[in-house]
């Protein structure tokens, strides 16, 4: 069984932490993080223990790495692992510069090593499945691509300021949803924003309420909205227009009981926020990663889906901002 | 076209009435009622003439009549009509009574004349799709059938009182239906029947809420359920199981509009009463009327149909004063 | 009951013509058509008479006429009847040309006659009670609209040619929603286009799938996609999100009937194209048409309504094939 | 932390066993079975130690034992259990005698200790909420619950032949889930029954397919019907009608996905058995049990749940085999 070492106690360190004790796949060498009180009582938990990055990098049982740190230090750290022989799975996004994700993927490139990208929600049982329909056929070529990704409530105006903006933040998982279910690559970026939620995001000068519009070389299209404002839970869903028929992804409802009175049929909310919503992603996606390992198997999402999704938010950040498209290079 | 002429302007009467006006394919005639007033309003509004029952039978020009008057008259009038040389269109029941039925019936086959009787959910386009869906092999052989039926208040006392009790006046489409779907006669029939809605109805000896079970000679099972109830609109569904899957026909919401919140997904309640869910079926009932007519159609359901679902009625009714299981003889 | 002449005795006017005829509110005094056999034919059909446009602009009982002839003659036949002191109904769009459109409501505004255009689907009930739920403050402030209208096929190429392309001939319909839906103007339009489902279609100089992004001065985003292709009917939903949550309205299928095997559950296909979908809103929308003649109630849709969907329509044909956003001026 | 011991370590001993591992709350001191071979196994899986019955007994670490033995050792071992001090969750059936069940339950009763039953239904997610709502008042008063149960395929006849018949085995899962949403315990059972599924079955003296009718003291109606078969899943559905209105628990499906073409829309079949619909419900079942122990908290479903359900079982039998009515006396 391969020893992975996961760099990041946070939030999301500890989600995928938690999935690899749990796995029957893999080891859980040791946890750690720039906040040592994080590292060690995540360790006690899962019963490994809590050491330094350093430590983490030099000890020959870890094959692999999980950088779930903030996303100021993921380009660095990556190279640090690879350049230390490690397979490294990395929390999206790469970095909030395309120049820099270059740099950092050439670094990559050098080394041969494994380098996978967390956007989890390719790894949804749901939006899988809608993949794996289009991949099989059953809607014949792809047309029109609908996504829309409304956060149950905004973040803190803290961690916005810090976030690189909205499209960068939350949609860049749409942009690279849309680039999974097309098939191709984006060439022409629309984008309308607006601030409509919390007047304290646009005075940290993000936006909360914003739509894109994407057109491929051959004339796909794909429309993403995105809003940091749901009142009935986590709002994931999407929907593809082929030559043959659609395929959609529903939302996942907190239980499946309906009341009937004098008003109506009332059913459930959705699952309230991404713990919930994609806590069978994460495994899967880990899963994903270890048959890298074990099997070879090129690493999906890659270093380039990172890369061009970067690139597809800062595109639809320019056309926000000007007003005009943006016709990306990647 | 064929001239018709509708015996009872009440509020079925009238129902039929518009529908033979709105054809296209018969002429309506005239209009009877015990009652002159409501003849001739009938009459007006649909620019046909108010008449009497025995001109209606005496006149040349009127092909077939649809009887529309009260419970205690449908016996006499089907066996004036057709002794007059008239195909008929009976509103169900034939009769209160299963002996009186059998004595209209010989008299209508002496004659030769056509008679279907009005269990107007048999031309429901959901129900007719589901039992077309059936013959059509898509769940193999059927084993269990279940329907749901509900009226959204309880009818007035005055009406509950000369109904025959709910079994009679109510449970019959369903049991009807149970027949429709089943292929098959009932052999065994338990009821049980509880006075929940309205002391009232229990104090007039009747019952508000009621289930039966019944079970053909092959194993086929039916559960049925009734009540004088439902907040959320006139709910109508039936299930059935066969070998290969189920089939089911849901009830049509008043919109397809829905809202969400916090407190969830709120849809429509659904259509309101028997006007606004079997509007089609009336207009599809009068319709197979006309093809019976015009093409030689043997009529279905048949007056042996309403003799079967009464005798039914009154096993159920049996069953559920007795609590002992009643074993229908047709 | 005001007398009505119906000019144009195409697929719109017979429609039309035909509920006039079964309102109870108004009288069908007349139809014409620029093919005398084909208002020969409706006027047998519905028991009137067959005429001249210039007989039933003479006509003084006539008080209102319902315009549904060729798109290239509306803004004319507009112009006389108003002139004539006729009120109008008109279905869209007034006309091709903007300019065009602004003259003939100069010319209606100076005879104060009254002018409703036929934007059927805000009489949709689904999408009207849509409508009520915002306007009652369910969802809060309005935030983003999507709008999703798929026609089940491509209309005939010379269909397609004198059109006017499909931002004017479809999507003006989804336009003029957003604006009933936003509450407020788009002051900013980005279209992209693409002929996916027929060359031919290119060939003509059209597009077959489209998608816009509007916004309105306070912020306020619609997105609309358009295809003319649907294997599984006339698909045809919105969707609002508000502060407060969100509306929706969902299309309407053929059957309630459900079906379940081992491959799992499937449904009816939605209802096919407008005739069927739009039945109820085209009576709807009669009987507002008639609102505004008894009661003065100024018409909605109006004609400024017509107008302004034309220019976001020409906006989007511009943007589509400039690949720039266009600021539209009303 | 309380200690837990496993008697059993097949299918269901496996699943509760894993629950405790996981649980944090409780830990596995270690597991027993008749076949050594099977506690080997699933104690090297879990990390936990096998050993005998006896051992598990006589070992004062153990606070708790689980009794996922055969049924026909369920009664004996939670006397010896409870006579060894130790609390007790015992699956269900806890025999196929009441009589021996009552004795069993005497014996219970002397020690003081707590016996839980494990109908596991009463946790799942869906259902609970249900049974929420209901005691929430929301529906107000209960009148007629409806409840579906079908397997999506008949056991091995060696297992039927064993398991008491479908309504010892299969049903009294569904009268026991009758007793807790109606509130009060039935007086009146009518069963009929069928073998429609299998030829085998009925050679073993058992049926597959049937349907029970429950009325109450207070006349509330309750229907259940039963199925070896359902080619689209395990179905496991319940319906609840009351004064104020409806609540209902649909299934699960596998994902939300759906596909439409011209055939329609088809949506995933549903969970294909109990381990998948009701893995949640084991945990807190569990979950439930330890509340039991360390708040002192009256086990639900008890011992006399358990009784009671099996009397219903009984007269169901009984009702189904002689085509009379049972009274049943708990």
């Known amino acids: 069984m391969i020893g992975i070492g996961v760099i990041g106690a946070g939030r999301i360190g500890r989600i995928h932490a938690g999935n690899v004790a ?6 859980l060498v040791a946890v750690s993080d720039a906040l040592e009180s ?17 430590a983490i990098l030099a000890d020959p049982t870890v094959g692999a790495v999980l950088i779930c740190s903030p996303t100021d230090t993921h380009a660095d750290f990556i190279e640090e692992a690879v350049q230390a022989g490690k397979a490294v ?7 909030l510069s395309s120049e820099r994700i270059r740099a950092c993927l050439a670094t990559v490139e050098k080394t041969g090593k494994a380098l996978m990208i967390g956007f989890n929600r390719r790894f949804d049982p749901n939006f899988a499945e809608a993949k794996a329909r289009i991949v099989a056929g059953e809607i014949g070529k792809v047309e029109l691509v609908t996504i829309l990704s409304r956060d149950p409530g ?41 601030c409509l939620v919390d007047p304290a995001i646009g005075q940290a000068g ?25 009142t ?10 082929g030559a043959k028929g659609l395929v959609r992804a529903q939302n996942v409802p907190l239980t499946t009981v309906e009341t009937a009175n004098s008003h109506g049929f009332r059913s459930d909310p959705v699952l309230p926020f991404f713990l919930e919503r994609y806590a069978a992603a994460y495994r899967a996606e880990l899963s994903a990663f270890l048959d890298c390992i074990e099997k070879g198997v090129a690493p999906s999402p890659s270093g380039m889906d990172g890369l061009k999704a970067q690139i597809l938010a800062d595109a639809a950040t320019e056309s926000a901002t000007s007003g005009r498209p943006v016709h990306p290079i990647y």
């Open 22 to 27: 749990a796995s029957g796949r893999a080891r």
């Open 38 to 54: 994080a590292a060690a009582s995540l360790a006690d938990e899962l019963g490994t223990k809590a050491t330094t990055r350093g």
């Open 89 to 95: 799975f990395c929390e999206k996004p790469v970095d």
């Open 154 to 194: 905004p973040p803190p105006i803290e961690y916005v300021k810090r976030s690189g903006g909205l499209f960068r933040d939350m949609m860049i998982h749409d942009l690279d949803m849309a680039r999974f279910l097309l098939g191709e690559d984006p060439v022409e970026v629309h984008a309308v924003a607006s």
């Open 206 to 230: 993000d936006v909360d309420t914003a739509a894109v519009l994407l057109k491929t070389a051959s004339g796909k299209i794909a429309q993403i909205s995105n809003s940091r404002r749901a």
């Open 232 to 241: 009935y839970g986590y709002d994931q869903r999407l929907e593809i227009h």
